[in-house]
T-cell receptor, first 117, second 113 residues
Framework: AQKVTQAQTEISVVEKEDVTLDCVYE???????LFWYKQPPSGELVFLIR??????QNEISGRYSWNFQKSTSSFNFTITASQVVDSAVYFC??????????????FGGGTRLMVKP | DAGVTQSPTHLIKTRGQQVTLRCSPK?????VSWYQQALGQGPQFIFQ???????QRGNFPDRFSGHQFPNYSSELNVNALLLGDSALYLC????????????FGSGTRLTVV
């Protein structure tokens, strides 16, 4: 069965600090997808990134970067020079596509990030 | 381009009652999934609909049922409500292939008293 663990339930940083959110996953499949979502107080899950299991290249998007390491089953998310607007709950998620049988997302428990001015 | 629309935004029901939540997918999407998010937890998959049929189901009792209409919109029905059903219910739409990812709505906050 698939499982996602976000060991950090809450992180508090001061603005402009760098912060890394950890994500460890378990899956028996060789083909899978990993996601990060941001959930502001409004409740909507905002898509940040999708990575497939065959692409281990790290990605950078502005102040955001992601480190995917299959050897340790980790997909960590780093925010550089954090800002107050980054305050939210962040979820890591995993999906094992099953042709014609659905592609449910399994979420971790989330990490609440608080960025203080 | 409208994203995923859910209604109502908030709802208060009494134990034992039945509730129907509604979701309109993002334009161009034909697959709808429902998730339950209890306070302080990650979303849990309830089920997914494609071509008006339930394609995949999570570990939820039969009290949870759904429907998808020809226009791809969807309903989530919960019968015999329990206090533990209080949660944020999120709808997500997508194309069948996972490569295209999911778009989530803002959810319906259900409180059972």
């Amino acid at each position: 069965a698939q499982k996602v663990t976000q060991a950090q339930t809450e992180i508090s940083v001061v603005e402009k600090e760098d912060v890394t959110l950890d994500c460890v996953y378990e899956t028996r499949d060789t083909t899978y997808y990993l996601f990060w979502y941001k959930q502001p107080p409004s409740g909507e899950l905002v898509f940040l990134i999708r990575r497939n299991s065959f692409d281990e290249q790290n990605e950078i998007s502005g102040r955001y970067s992601w480190n995917f390491q299959k050897s340790t089953s980790s997909f960590n998310f780093t925010i550089t020079a954090s800002q107050v607007v980054d305050s939210a709950v962040y979820f890591c998620a995993l999906s094992e596509p099953n042709n014609n049988a659905g592609n449910m997302l399994t979420f971790g428990g989330g990490t609440r990030l608080m960025v203080k001015p | 381009d409208a994203g995923v629309t859910q209604s109502p935004t908030h709802l208060i029901k009494t134990r034992g009652q039945q509730v129907t939540l509604r979701c309109s997918p993002k334009s161009g999407h034909d697959t709808v999934s429902w998730y339950q998010q209890a306070l302080g937890q990650g979303p849990q998959f309830i089920f997914q609909y494609y071509e008006e049929e339930e394609r995949q189901r999570g570990n939820f009792p039969d009290r949870f049922s759904g429907h998808q209409f020809p226009n791809y919109s969807s309903e989530l029905n919960v019968n015999a409500l329990l206090l533990g059903d209080s949660a944020l219910y999120l709808c997500a739409s997508s194309l069948p292939a996972l490569n295209y990812g999911y778009t989530f709505g803002s959810g319906t906050r259900l409180t059972v008293v």
